[in-house]
């Protein structure tokens, strides 16, 4: 249904690390990385306050190699850090772009970015400014989808939009099965009960005891963060 008002007041935007990479093999394309603040200018001047988690995997995929073997907390510590780079190339373009954009790390680095605080968070929220979460949770074994659950319900995002590479949640995963259908909408029980590996299942689980509505769409469809925003028909819902 279409709506002259944004169905939102805040979101939290989950952007993938690998979508940074447009088509290059792995980290920051500029040209994609400014289009997608293109986008997120486009909702911010609609009223809506956006904070947005980064991922790392475009930065941190491409060194994995050399983490065979590695303790895995040591290498999730590696990609959270990547996801920091990420962090400070977006706000860099979001200011560039125009944008208010602070970045807030969940692990210490003060020489860099500030640390999280959450009424620092609300704070810039309530100014119009466009909080980047960098270093995901701050834990090891967890992922940037779980921050991003994590922290759309700290903020009171009312939902949390994953922009990735596919345009929904499929019957499978439509990379590997091309006879994978779309599904315009799917409860939190049905995602978890039948694996579907668009996102973990600690993020579902928060995002389901939280109430706390995802909707999955492309990042690389051009206007279709606007269209989400605007209650529009695009992507996939997960609700409660
Ligand atoms: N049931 C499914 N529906 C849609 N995508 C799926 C499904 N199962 C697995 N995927 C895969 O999940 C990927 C997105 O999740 P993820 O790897 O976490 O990406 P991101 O880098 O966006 O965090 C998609 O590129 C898709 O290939
Ligand atoms: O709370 C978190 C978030 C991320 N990571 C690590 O950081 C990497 C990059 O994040 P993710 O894979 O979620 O990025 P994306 O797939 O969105 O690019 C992960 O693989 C983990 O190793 C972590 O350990 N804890």
Redesign the pocket.
């Given at each position: 249904m279409t709506q002259s008002q944004p169905a939102y007041k805040r979101i939290l935007l989950?952007?993938?690390?690998?979508?940074l990479m447009g088509d290059d093999q792995f980290g920051i394309n500029r040209d994609t990385i400014v289009r997608m603040v293109e986008e997120v200018a486009e909702v911010t001047r609609l009223g809506v306050e956006v904070a947005v988690v980064?991922?790392?995997?475009?930065i941190?995929?491409g060194v994995a190699g050399g983490s065979v073997g590695m303790d895995r907390?040591t290498?999730?510590?590696?990609?959270?850090l990547?996801?920091v780079m990420n962090a400070l190339a977006l706000a860099d373009a979001m200011n560039k772009a125009g944008l208010t954009a602070r970045v807030m790390s969940?692990i210490a680095i003060d020489q860099v970015v500030e640390p999280y605080v959450r009424p620092k968070a609300l704070q810039y929220l309530e100014e119009g400014k466009v909080v980047v979460f960098a270093?995901?949770?701050?834990?090891?074994?967890?992922?940037?989808?779980?921050?991003a659950a994590l922290r759309g319900a700290e903020i009171g995002a009312q939902v949390v939009l994953k922009a990735t590479k596919v345009d929904g949640v499929y019957t499978a995963d439509p990379k590997k099965d091309p006879s994978a259908t779309r599904y315009a909408s799917l409860s939190f029980d049905e995602a978890m009960s039948q694996n579907l590996g668009i996102m973990d299942a600690t993020a579902f689980a928060l995002c389901r005891d939280q109430k706390l509505p995802i909707k999955v769409f492309s990042i690389f469809k051009h206007g279709a963060l606007k269209r989400v925003v605007m209650g529009e028909d695009e992507g996939t819902l997960v609700h409660a």
């Open positions: 989950k952007l993938s690390g690998e979508a980064i991922g790392g995997g475009n941190f995929r907390a290498a999730d510590y590696m990609g959270m990547a996801t969940a270093a995901g949770t701050g834990n090891p074994f967890f992922t940037t989808d779980t921050a």
